[in-house]
């Protein structure tokens, strides 16, 4: 406890802002029209989507050398165990994994199930503006926008995070011909430029979100993340 006190405050100010985040938007759905359909699945994934756009804003930070130099030489070096960058990077990757492991699971298991399988007089009641009174099929909502563009967003987050492990990033896996580039460190560090993509796929994915019309609701703040990549990419 003595030795690791940094580590330990910090990871619980990490912990606590997550929990706080998805406490306050599984709350908030909670009162909204989207709960007499879709119950507590909405909420659920409402609630992990909060901390994925946290997560999302935060994990570049770890990562940006010249900003952690600057941090850890003024009196922030006695409060933060700057030295475990990549270690706390690491952590935010697991709380995305997190978050949209289960955002995912909610909608396509539970939400978009019972969306499309509520009596339509329900779903005219409670939903019918949302989706200019048209009852959506399973293959509506996986071939929109919003859907889309998760997919895609799963897809490459998996990709490169993949590629990130020891055992790609480390050649410890010997790949057969066709695929042998994909080990290495060169493979890491290029599929991690894929999360520039992500980045927009986010943007879009939240501006056209289905259940929330009035743009400043939609909004992602992705100031700190842009901020680091350009650090990163133009020292």
């Not at 897809?155 to 580039?181: C, D, E, G, Y």
């Amino acid at each position: 406890m003595l030795d690791n006190w940094k580590r330990i405050w910090v990871v619980g100010l990490w912990l606590a802002i997550n929990a706080c985040l998805f406490y306050y938007k599984f709350n908030l759905y909670r009162h909204l029209p989207a709960f007499h359909v879709m119950g507590y699945c909405v909420c659920i994934a409402k609630g992990a989507a909060e901390t994925l756009k946290f997560n999302m804003a935060l994990i570049l930070i770890p990562v940006c050398r010249r900003t952690l130099t600057r941090l850890r030489s003024s009196f922030l070096g006695r409060l933060f165990p700057f030295d475990d960058n990549i270690n706390f990077h690491k952590m935010i990757a697991a709380g995305i994994t997190v978050g949209a492991f289960l955002h995912v699971l909610m909608h396509i298991s539970c939400d978009f199930p019972r969306l499309i399988l509520c009596p339509r007089s329900t779903f005219i009641q409670w939903l019918g503006p949302n989706f200019n009174y048209r009852q959506p099929s399973y293959g509506d909502l996986v071939n929109s926008i919003v859907g889309v563009t998760g997919i895609l967003m799963i897809i490459l987050m998996a990709f490169a995070f993949t590629l990130a492990t020891h055992s790609f990033r480390r050649n410890v896996i010997k790949l057969p011909w066709p695929f042998l580039q994909l080990a290495g460190f060169n493979a890491f560090w290029y599929a991690h430029h894929l999360l520039v993509v992500v980045y927009v796929l986010l943007i879009i994915h939240g501006y056209f979100l289905f259940l929330t019309k009035e743009w400043y609701k939609k909004t992602v703040c992705k100031c700190l993340s842009v901020s680091c990549y350009h650090e990163l990419h133009y020292p």
